[in-house]
């Protein structure tokens, strides 16, 4: 992850239903903030919402930490999502589209990192799990591989 | 307090402080009554007011008898819930906050602690100090109680009206003969998509319909559980016997669902709810004919 921490904005917990609206409330507005477009906003609060899903539904629960950082003039969001569930066996699996230990469609983690700049995933199977995101705006779109 | 001084040595300090609520129920009802809590909600008579303390009096001597002076949930509680919700709601009808009445309840401790004081004067310090504490920890349960049932009272008002908002915020309209349309406003989660579901199914049989519309111009965000609702509630009206079109897919919503790679290949979309109404009424056969003279032509 690029970028230099400018400061932890916000931790949100993230216990049930009703968290997801404050995680995605918050996200939204921090985007807004931080200059995201309109369609940037939509994709990192679209992000956000699967990943926090992800945390209450598979983590059983666990927090958001929305962080402003900073990369020279341009200015990011980064969300990092913690829980203490019984964490990914099969990460590279999990983020296969189709792929879902529930009953989703599948497309959560794989689809959350196609809508992010910067995507990390964490996890210890009996330990947590942990993802970092990373949006930038009013930065160029700048090349990255294309993550299939 | 001759029987007092006696059984001093034998009695705990719960059962004491429970005898004591006994024996001056009424006195500390009577000063009770004089504070701002049971002054200002029972403002007709004295004798109410009066009443309500007693009331009260007895629940605590009961939560102190059974021993759990810092419990809540004791069961000497519940005869009194109800009477202390009522005085909340008077109180916060009257503009206070939570916190306030909360410190008007603080305010009944005084009284009853001066009481219990001047009743334990030949008691030893170690007995007269576990009392007065045993007392100030019940107070603030009951404090903590009273609190509880405000908050409870919030809660409710939320919940009642959560199951408004679900109710409210899916209307089925009728379009056209055979056109039913919801407008989605909000997220979509899984209760709110139930409802939709619910009466979109029940309304294509009452009306009819050949063609429902589900127009999401209002819903924020697409992740993978509202594509999820959507298609199933396509599927849904696919099984009775209507088509579903979804309708307000809004540019950064449909580059978000690419992104997030949701197939909605199955699904008929338009862009607006203008272009799913002309694309129902096309399949049903009908033809829009402007009137203005010479324009005339389908559109």
Redesign the interface.
Known sequence: MSGTVAGVEARLPIRS?LDL?WV?QHV?QAAAALGFG??D???L??AA??LA?NTLVYGGGGEMAAEHVCDGRAQGLRLTFRDQGPGIADPERALS?GYTSGG??G??L??AR??VHEFSLDSTPGVGTTVAVTSWAARPPRQREEPR | MPEHETAAEHTTPASDVGKFLHRRREQIAQRWADEPLFRTVFTVSRDEAVEAGRVVVDALAQVAESGRVADTDAAGFTAVREQLTRMVASRARFGLTSGQVSTEVDGLRPPAVNLLVGDLHEATPEHLRECTTLLTVLMGTLRLVVLETSLSEGQALIDRQHLELLEAATPVIRLWDGIVAVPLIG?L??ARSQVVMETLLESVVDQQARFAILDITGV??????V??HLMKTVAAVRLMGAECVVSGIR???A??IV????DLGTVVTRASLADALGYALNRLGADIVLATPGGAGPR
């Open positions: 239903d609206v995605r939204r309109l369609v906003q939509t994709k609060v679209t919402s699967e899903r589209d989703g469609l497309l959560g794989g689809g196609r809508l | 997220t989660d899984s924020p965000m697409v992740d993978s559980l594509a999820q540019p950064a919503i580059q978000t992104h997030l790679g949701l």
